[in-house]
């Protein structure tokens, strides 16, 4: 009988929405109270308040069972986008990295704010969208990413921030996330359009802080005049750094390391000229930290 009434909810919950489940939960209650108070029976009223919170709660699992159903539609939808987008930009490439300035502040329990300010070149008339990766550094649990924040801003001409920008965000089976950042219009050819990406993400650099080698890198499938890197570690922290990637197939690659004003080590590292699809960057460690037992 539950799944029968489940069932009876859950297609008059998409007929009718949910408002309308909770209108009628309300005037069942109310009905039950009014019949109670005429018939003057307790042994009606409790049966008849049973019944409405017995249809509340089956509604509340209908409810609780469509939404699950949505979320993992939606979910596969921006996967699908995810991929064509994918498919796009590796058929007809439409833009080339002029700048790409990323920075990334790790807290004391490995949380990171992370801000990539980026100056791209139309090389097509049909440059709608730019797809970027985000990726942690170990397989970090699925319920982190509720919690992971990203805004997506124009930045003007004089570098003073514009509008936000529309964004279609999809997870991967490996943990990263992919962004697909939609213009309002698409730039004219040869012209340059900038923006700023603001990324929290908790416990992102968590194996880093508990003494792991944890690896910051770049990767691209278009083509790069000039990126930088700079990783601020939490106060008081040192690291042991070494390059990773085919840093010897080019010249082009510096490290180097500096204290910021509020006393945090800086890791900061810049290509130019980047070969498409050459991943390069830093893995580091930080100093006196003993590698403990995979981060729950």
């Known amino acids: 009988m539950l799944r029968e009434m ?7 919950l ?7 489940v909770a209108r009628a939960a309300v005037g069942l209650m109310s009905f039950a109270v ?55 930009d590796q058929t007809w490439p439409s833009y080339q990295v002029v700048d790409w300035d990323k920075t990334a502040v790790i807290g004391e329990r490995g949380d990171a704010h ?17 797809r970027l990766r985000f990726g942690c550094g170990w397989p970090q649990p699925s319920h982190y990413r509720s919690r992971v924040r ?19 965000v999809s997870w991967l089976r490996d943990g990263a996330m992919t962004a697909i950042v939609h213009f309002h219009t698409p730039p ?30 770049l990767l691209f499938w278009q083509p790069v005049h000039r990126a930088t890197y700079r990783v601020l570690l939490p106060k008081g922290t040192e690291a042991y750094v070494e390059p990773i990637g085919k840093t010897e197939a080019f010249n082009r690659f510096r490290v180097r390391r500096k204290t910021d004003g509020e006393g945090r080590e800086a ?6 000229e980047l070969p498409i699809r050459h991943r390069a960057g830093v893995r580091l460690q930080l100093k006196g930290r003993r590698r403990p037992s995979p981060v729950p």
């Open 6 to 12: 489940v069932l009876f909810l859950e297609e008059f």
């Open 14 to 20: 998409r007929g009718h929405g949910p408002p309308a």
């Open 34 to 88: 009014v019949l109670g108070a005429v018939l003057g029976s307790t042994a009606i009223k409790a049966g008849a308040l049973v019944t409405a919170v017995l249809v509340i709660v089956t509604a509340g699992i209908a409810l609780l069972a469509r939404l699950g159903a949505q979320r993992r539609e939606l979910e596969a939808h921006k996967g699908l986008v995810a991929h064509y987008c994918k498919l796009l």
């Open 114 to 130: 992370v801000q990539v300010k980026i100056r791209l070149r139309a090389t097509h008339r049909d440059f709608w969208f730019v």
């Open 150 to 168: 990203m805004t997506v801003r124009n930045l003007l001409v004089d570098g003073s921030p514009g509008t936000t920008l529309r964004t279609t």
């Open 188 to 217: 004219a050819v040869n012209s340059e359009v900038s923006f700023v990406v603001d990324l929290t993400w908790p416990r992102m650099c968590a194996p880093l802080l508990e003494g792991s080698p944890d690896e910051f890198a």
């Open 267 to 272: 890791v900061v590292f810049r290509l130019t």
